[in-house]
């Protein structure tokens, strides 16, 4: 059992809905401080760069606002 | 695709899929995806994902209505620029001019407020539309990046 | 798409890209969005990720080698499995028996491992190779989301 516990506390086993919204809630907070320092809007490479991702997977992470969580579930659940 | 003996100017990739509402928020996810690439801001992001989202909300609604069909979006970079072509092979419009104009809805309800293409064209720096009634529509946007802030 | 009269079981949504190396990571992510649908785990992700990854590689440097074709990439929702199917019209290959063995290459170099099938047998629950030479390559793999835990 053991080993079956380590499997479930590894991080692949949560779900990639749950690791996208933390990514998005990252780069919201990321957002703000970047923008602070570099007095404008940081790019998208700046910010993925910040938060040591793919500017790919962040662009397609930052869809994973809450509004659209609940969207989701409405259409899904 | 005919893209196979294209010029070395651009690239373009093409996406088809179902008039299903779920697959608004996939060819927006997919637009962003694709934008990254020319580096954009959030805030670009977001212009491109609300015009490509109020696009193919319309193709689904409008074009197909009740039946299902298939929408196409391509998507090109070419320098610093975005071009996003909607297409459907739905109803078609009538008039563009007046489908156009802010406020215009052949469906007045809660959720259709006519500004679909008034946002389009706010959030967009260019947007065309070809219509054909039988045939099908298709609506044309460019997005140039970095215009604010050139690097 | 001929998938505008499919049965209504499942859901495809079909993408065409140009055989430029920056577009496998383009089509790992378009493919995660899409397979996100089925609320699966990161590490079923990364799986599935890892498996495009390698199909469209393949694509890219063994299909077309130096010259620029097309990548068609489908991907396929039916209950609770993902089909992926990555094609290219490109050179084919002679031997897929021995295309599929493991650490087998026709290019041997540091980047190439010959590991590419073996690995995307390895994540995907079915893979199946077809291909003809000088006609091209389809690569069909299958994903069944939730299967160690079941909900
Ligand atoms: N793809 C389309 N196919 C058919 N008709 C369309 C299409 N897109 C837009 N229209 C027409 O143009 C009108 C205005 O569109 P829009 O500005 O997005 O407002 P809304 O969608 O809220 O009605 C629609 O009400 C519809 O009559
Ligand atoms: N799409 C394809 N077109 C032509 N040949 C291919 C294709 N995919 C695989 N092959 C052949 O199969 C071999 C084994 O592929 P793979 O297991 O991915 O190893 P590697 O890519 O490291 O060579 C390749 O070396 C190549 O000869
Ligand atoms: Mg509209
Ligand atoms: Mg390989």
Redesign the interface.
Known sequence: TGEIKRFLRDDGMIKISRSLKEMATKARAEKEKLGVSLGREPTLDELAGALQVEPTELAAAMESGAEVESLYKTIYH | ?E??KKDRAG????????S????E??A???S??????L?????E?EDI?TAVSEAVTNAIIHGYEKEI??VHLDLTIEDKSLTIVVRDEGAGIANVKQAMEPLYTSKPSKERSGMGFSFMEAFMDEVTVESELGKGTEVRMVKRIGSI?PL
């Open positions: 695709m893209s196979k690239e373009t990739v093409h996406l088809e899929f179902e299903h509402s779920h697959n928020q996939f927006r996810v997919v962003a995806v694709f934008a990254a690439r580096d954009p801001t959030v805030e992001i994902k069909g298939v802030f």
